[in-house]
């Protein structure tokens, strides 16, 4: 699949002064003011006018015109009314649920996903497909069906608020084809596809294309941990294991936006004459869970769902533990030499019961290496779940159409080179 523009992104810790959104009471800066109010209170949750002032540093007057154009606008909703000791009772102003809308769309290697979200941020419409490989024109065809689903069901005055689309999948959906027993031509379909491309053809609407777990990434970056953890890495354990990296509250694409791909690390080092050592993705990917289920004779369907820690997988899921924990810790420690971490967070498209075992192994794992000359990372479980991709794919048009500065939350770059 060409490779199109990848986004980065950035976001607010609420409790560093020096991220809060600031705005200006001087002329020409209306729309930038709208934002900088809006922002405060995605940040911090309903907010009287007062406590917006102090927030943005805009005077009361500017608040005031600002927060009533938005009212106007359907942007913000009144709360009820909180009555202090004295004076008259603040009025706190919240984000309209049904003040705009996005979609976000991952299309993974053993499923999709489309996500709807409201100007909050919460789901209102979510659908998927399983299926074995995703066949490019079976995807697309699913693609405009949810989508037509979706769109109607909003109806036409919510439809006018639709910002846009969020498309999340792995840079090369037809990679890896030994590994996973997919015939050339197969595989090769995708590189004749420009998905991003036709998901604009067919809906009309802009879209924006990134990795499915930097997606994943911003999701957390946005409405997770990346609120208090400034620096991390962002490991997200599916068919193959992936990641993204948060430096200063900034995801860093890189050169070719693959920033953060810790299922191509190597686990070990080359033999002279022969062959390349193991990558971490054939370890600790689910895809290896679901070869050892099968194996067993065991449904592998259970890798996502609770049945992963209960007999009889339980025992295939333990030995997977046992050797996927080591490797992902061994990753870790890596890359904390390497980028000095405040923090790891691990999420994936498992139960939360899973998550929690894996956890407790990768800790300890890391208690077995030595961290002597380096400071270790604190390991951290994911806040947002399966959705995590799909959802950070629909937080782009979003917020790229509401925050005050793309350059302070999410920093569109122009198009990477097609290679």
């Known amino acids: 699949m060409p490779r199109e523009t990848v986004p980065h992104a950035q976001a607010f810790a609420p409790e560093d002064h020096r991220l809060r959104p600031r705005g200006s009471s001087q002329g020409g800066l209306r ?21 917006i002032a102090r927030l943005t540093q805009l005077t009361a007057q500017t608040v005031s015109q600002i927060t009533k ?39 993974g290697r053993r499923s999709l996903d489309v996500l709807l979200v409201d100007f909050t941020g919460a789901a209102c419409q979510r659908a998927s497909v399983a299926y074995d490989y ?45 590994l996973l027993g997919v015939e050339s031509e197969r595989a090769r379909a995708w590189d004749r596809v420009d998905l991003p491309e036709r998901v604009a053809a067919m809906s009309g609407l802009p879209v924006t294309f990134v990795k499915d777990t930097a997606a994943a990434c911003v999701a957390e970056l946005v409405a997770g941990r990346g609120r208090n953890v400034r620096s991390f890495l962002y490991v997200f354990v599916d068919t193959f294991i992936g990641g993204g990296l948060v430096l200063d509250s900034h995801l860093r694409g890189g050169l070719s936006g693959n920033a953060g791909a810790v299922g191509s690390l190597a686990m070990g080092r080359a033999r002279p004459g022969g062959p390349p050592p193991p990558q971490l993705l054939s370890v600790a990917s689910l895809f290896t869970l679901e070869t050892m289920y099968r194996a067993a004779g065991l449904d592998p369907v259970a890798t996502v769902d609770a049945c992963a820690m209960q007999p009889p997988w339980l025992a295939c899921t333990q030995a997977w533990l046992d050797e996927a924990a080591p490797a992902i810790a061994l990753a870790l420690h ?50 947002i779940g399966p959705d995590a991709r799909a959802l950070g794919g629909a937080l782009l048009p979003l917020h790229a159409n509401f925050a005050p500065d793309r350059d302070l939350f999410l920093k569109l770059e122009a198009p990477a080179a097609k290679l």
Request: with cysteine; proline share 6%; net charge negative.
């Open 31 to 51: 729309q930038y003011n709208e934002r900088v109010v809006l922002q405060a209170i995605r940040l911090h949750g309903a907010l009287p006018a007062a406590e």
């Open 134 to 178: 995703p066949e490019p024109e079976a995807v697309t065809a699913a693609i405009d069906a949810h989508l037509r689903e979706m769109r109607q069901g909003l109806g036409a005055g919510r439809r006018e608020r639709l910002q846009g689309i969020g498309l999340a999948a792995p840079l090369s959906l037809g990679g890896w084809q030994t």
């Open 69 to 107: 154009r938005l009212l106007d606008d359907g942007l913000l909703v009144k709360g009820e009314p909180v009555r202090g000791k004295v004076g008259q009772p603040s009025v706190p102003l919240a984000l309209a649920p049904e003040g705009a809308y996005a979609i976000g769309i991952k299309v």
């Open 334 to 383: 890596d890359a904390a030499c390497l980028l000095d971490l405040e923090g790891v967070i691990i999420d994936g498209q498992f139960s939360r019961e899973l998550l929690a075992a894996l956890l407790a192994a990768v800790e300890s794992a890391c208690r077995d290496l030595s961290w002597e000359g380096v400071r270790r990372p604190a390991v951290l479980p994911g806040t």
